[in-house]
């Protein structure tokens, strides 16, 4: 089994709807769990960290679901600039870090 | 946040030749560094975890031979191409973690010909 499983997507929505993606991870002793946002042919940047009780960074929102074994990511109000690839990273320890495969957004005007 | 610097961002290279792609840590120092590669339309893959001061820890499937990793100091590490061919071409991104965040270079794009 993978240690993060993510939905590649596409997602292709239209401008101003809701989109979540999903991610699950394998170990549940991690402790660290990140969204990242990749734009084509850029590196990876820290869209928000995610936390147990959830948290909530204008119109994006994280939440972990530790029972369960996965964390989300929910866009409100799609902007056309949120089309990107959303990476899911978890850290189980120390200097561990483990990518999902990434999830393609693709935001239609 | 902490910011790491990747020299050269682009570099195109005759088949046989080796290519060194620095990675810097500009306002922290990183015991730790991840070189990942990533192919179009494709998810980054790590290639290797470098430990500053003793040797890197490659992934399955890399080849330390082709692939040399060396963490001299904490806030550089390099990776050197060697020998490289025209699959090597690629998107090279290191990152370093602190604070228990991962913090990614710009990324060198390396083409071969």
């Known amino acids: 089994r993978k240690e993060v499983e993510q939905d590649p997507g596409p997602f292709n929505v239209p401008e101003g709807a809701t989109v979540a993606f999903n991610c699950t991870y394998s170990?549940?002793?991690?402790?660290?769990f990140f969204w990242y946002r990749q734009d084509c042919r850029k590196e990876p940047k820290l869209l928000m960290s995610?936390?147990?009780s959830g948290n909530e960074d204008g119109r994006f929102t994280a939440q972990l679901n530790r029972a369960s074994q996965y964390i989300s990511l929910l866009i409100r109000d799609s902007k056309l600039s949120d089309s990107a690839t959303y990476l899911c990273?978890?850290?189980?320890?120390?200097?561990?870090?483990?990518f999902g495969t990434g999830t393609s957004l693709t935001v239609i005007p | 946040g902490a910011v790491v610097s990747q020299h050269p961002s682009w570099v195109i290279c005759k088949s046989g030749t080796s290519v060194k792609i620095e990675c810097r840590s500009l306002?922290?120092?990183?015991?730790?560094m991840f070189w990942y590669r990533q192919f179009p339309k494709q998810s980054l893959m790590l290639m290797a975890t470098?430990?500053?001061?003793?040797?890197?820890?490659?992934e399955q499937g890399v080849e330390k031979d082709k692939f040399l990793i060396n963490h001299a100091s904490l806030t550089l590490s390099t990776l050197t191409v060697t020998s490289a061919h025209p699959e090597d071409s690629s998107f090279y991104i290191c990152?370093?973690?602190?604070?228990?965040?991962?913090?990614f270079g710009p990324g060198t794009r390396l083409t071969v010909t």
């Open positions: 990152s370093a973690s602190w604070d228990y965040e991962q913090y």
């Open positions: 170990n549940s002793a991690s402790q660290s």
């Open positions: 995610v936390y147990s």
């Open positions: 990273v978890v850290n189980p320890s120390g200097n561990q870090f483990y």
């Open positions: 306002d922290f120092q990183a015991t730790t």
């Open positions: 470098s430990n500053e001061g003793s040797k890197a820890t490659y």
